[in-house]
């Protein structure tokens, strides 16, 4: 029998498989679907995507994700609360964590003392996070992300975590890195390199700093959950780091006591507000040269406070006058602005520090400069506002007035 004689099947096109349903959305069709008919009332469609963020074993949904909003937040809040916890369940293995919280955006409203330490705000739907008003952190829930190969740890219930400061975190790291890298060159490692972060928090920006190779930071912050999580990430990042002491341990407010930072710290911590930062510095400074060590430079000053870090500028400059010689070094100002607002505000910047550094370093005695190298838009805030960095680089040297009268720098002829 022939076998060539076949009539060739012209089959239809198959048509295209449809696109798989995210896990989490396959998670909630399951549940649906699994739910009794008389569970309560009719789910609402089922939504095309969730909105979320996962740091380590946390679920964090956004206000604005669909099952935190109407009709999905209506219709849970309408099953009883074991088919509640049944759904939650569920999302949560879908997506390999064991715990879900609904984030809120932090009141950005005024930096007066309603949220000073800009506490989070978040609802925790499932999982256990621990008792609410404990101060013990080992009974509540800590979460960690790796961001750039630096870890970070946090106590989601009492301190915020900023996914959008990614970009400024690999920036801030990338600058130092290249200034060390030409400074280290130039000088054959004699220098030891500072950096001090006024609102050091979970050590976001101080981390960034250790990463690029800053021989030490010093850190203020006056939430004690922050100062644990900074400790904890520090450790988890094999960096050395101290909690070092506060005003508030010796209940007297002026007294700053002596205090020693041995030079393998890379990291000491104050829980204490920053307007002790230039006393208790130059306590550490006087301490080293009397010990015949060398002090730091003090190179990069760091003001992350949103929505103005206005009220530290003066604390910054003070912190850069403990440096000896002449030299720069450069603060990185945090502010919530209109775009439009932006060049307006750089030029305000430079205005206000230049004044302000008349009274650290004498105008008689000192040539000093002031000037916005850089604006970084770093994340949207709210519609038309922009949290910025502004890079402000601040120079400074010594006038020398010779026989003849003229003015001259320092090591010039
Ligand atoms: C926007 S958060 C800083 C975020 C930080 N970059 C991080 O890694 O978490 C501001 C921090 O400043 C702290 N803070 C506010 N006022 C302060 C002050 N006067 N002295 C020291 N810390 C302060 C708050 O407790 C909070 O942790």
Redesign the pocket.
């Known amino acids: 029998m022939s076998t060539n004689n076949h009539i060739p099947i012209n089959r239809p096109p198959r048509p295209p498989k449809p696109p798989r349903p995210h896990p989490s959305i396959a998670a909630l069709s399951t549940f649906i679907s699994n739910l009794p008919q008389n569970a309560g009332a009719q789910p609402p469609p089922l939504p095309s995507k969730l909105r979320y963020d996962v740091y380590g074993p946390l679920l964090l949904l956004p206000p604005t994700s669909p099952l935190a909003s109407p009709p999905w937040s209506t219709y849970i809040s309408s099953l009883p609360l074991q088919y509640q916890l049944d759904l939650y369940k569920a999302l949560a293995e879908s997506l390999n964590v064991t715990h879900i919280a609904i984030n809120s955006p932090i009141p950005s409203k005024s930096v007066d003392n309603q949220n000073?330490?800009?506490a989070p705000q978040i609802t925790p739907i499932y999982g256990s996070f621990g008792p609410l008003d404990s101060v013990e952190f080992e009974k509540v829930f800590w979460t960690s992300t790796v961001q750039h190969g630096v870890f970070q740890t946090w106590c989601p219930l009492h301190?915020?975590?900023s996914r959008g400061?990614i970009t400024e975190k690999a920036r801030v790291h990338d600058l130092v890195d290249r200034q060390l890298g030409m400074l280290r060159k130039r000088d054959k490692g004699g220098m030891r390199v500072g950096a001090v972060?006024?609102?050091?928090?979970?050590?976001?920006?101080?981390f960034s700093y250790l990463k690029a190779g800053v021989d030490v930071v010093y850190g203020?912050?006056?939430?004690p959950w922050?100062i644990e999580g900074?400790r904890r990430g520090a450790l988890g990042n094999k960096w050395r780091v101290r909690v070092g002491s506060s005003t508030t341990d010796s209940g007297d407010r002026d007294g700053v006591g002596v205090e020693r930072s041995e030079e393998e710290e890379r990291l000491v911590i104050f829980a204490?507000?920053?307007?002790y930062a230039p006393t208790r510095l130059r306590r550490i400074k006087e301490d080293a040269e009397q010990r015949g060590k060398k002090w730091v430079h003090i190179m990069h000053v760091?003001l992350?406070?949103?929505p103005t870090s206005a009220g530290?500028y003066e604390t910054a400059l003070e912190v850069l006058g403990l440096n000896d010689g002449d030299g720069e070094a450069w603060v990185h100002v945090h502010e919530n602005v209109a775009k439009e607002d932006a060049d307006g505000m750089k030029s305000d910047i430079e205005k206000r520090f230049g004044e302000l550094a008349g009274k650290v370093w004498d105008p008689e005695g000192f040539e000093v400069g002031v000037e916005v190298e850089h604006v970084e838009f770093v994340k949207s805030w709210a519609p038309g506002v922009w949290h910025c960095v502004f890079d402000v680089k601040v120079s400074w040297r010594r006038i020398i007035i010779s026989s003849t009268g003229s003015l001259s720098g320092e090591g010039e002829g």
């Open positions: 000073q330490i800009r301190t915020m975590f400061n972060d006024l609102f050091v928090g979970i050590g976001y920006f101080a203020w912050d006056i939430n922050s900074c204490e507000s920053n307007e760091n992350g406070l949103l530290a």
